[in-house]
């Protein structure tokens, strides 16, 4: 796999598809961001960072759920309606929360004791959503295929990854540096929802990364 070549093809999907990606997930993007600030602003700053997560945990398998479902749908050149997405995720959602949490918890254990370790799960659980969404397997069973389905991919993978969220983080504290170090509330929530919104162009980097990886992957699945 070449990571460039991945990128190039998921940047043209995601251009070519902005409109129909942004009305099937912008939405709940921007209602998971409002609950958050909501939230978190009557609570102790200590605590905010947990029940953001939690509030993370309701939105997050709901339209990443759907954007599967359309890449998948989109690589056979179909075209779903946005409300059957909307449907198909919601029988997901249990399973796809509690593989969230799992590979969160796992990846903040790995992180507790070096950034190195962290990175290595966040890799090897790469394939696990697209298992649990696409293949119906539970989460343990579709974190365990992940593990086995990325080896010898790992460091085309690393790349990708790296290339996709460190632009991101980097997009993130510049925008924080220009609105200051208090920003305003409504500025806060727009960059939330802005940084939360590209953060979906991982999803699709991972899916073409995925497509590649299964022995079902015969044709470029990004190029419609």
């Not at 709901?62 to 449907?87: E, G, K, V």
């Not at 590979?103 to 992180?111: G, N, P, R």
């Not at 069973?141 to 290339?163: I, K």
């Amino acid at each position: 796999m070449n990571p460039l070549n991945i990128l190039r093809d998921a940047f043209f999907f995601f251009s070519r598809n902005i409109s129909l990606i942004t009305r099937l997930c912008l939405p709940l993007v921007v209602l998971e961001c409002v609950t958050r600030a909501a939230l978190t602003s009557q609570l102790d700053p200590a605590h905010a960072p947990a029940y953001g997560m939690l509030i993370g945990l309701v939105f997050y398998p709901l339209y990443s759920a759907a954007l599967i479902l359309l890449l998948d749908a989109r690589s056979q050149n179909h075209r779903p309606r946005i409300r059957d997405l909307l449907a198909a995720s919601l029988p997901i959602w249990p399973s796809f929360a509690v593989l969230a949490g799992l590979s969160t918890l796992l990846i903040m254990l790995a992180a507790s004791v070096f950034v190195l370790p962290a990175l290595w799960v966040m890799v090897k659980l790469a394939f696990a959503e697209y298992l649990l969404v696409l293949r119906g397997l539970t989460p343990l069973q579709a974190m365990r295929e992940s593990f086995q389905l990325t080896t010898g991919h790992f460091w085309s993978l690393l790349a990708c990854v790296l290339l996709v969220i460190v632009p991101l983080w980097l997009l993130d504290n510049s925008t924080l540096r220009l609105v200051g170090e208090q920003p305003d509330v409504i500025d806060r929530l727009l960059l939330d929802c802005v940084n939360s919104f590209l953060q979906l162009f991982s999803t699709v980097v991972l899916f073409r990364c995925f497509m590649l990886c299964t022995p079902q992957a015969t044709q470029d699945s990004t190029s419609h």
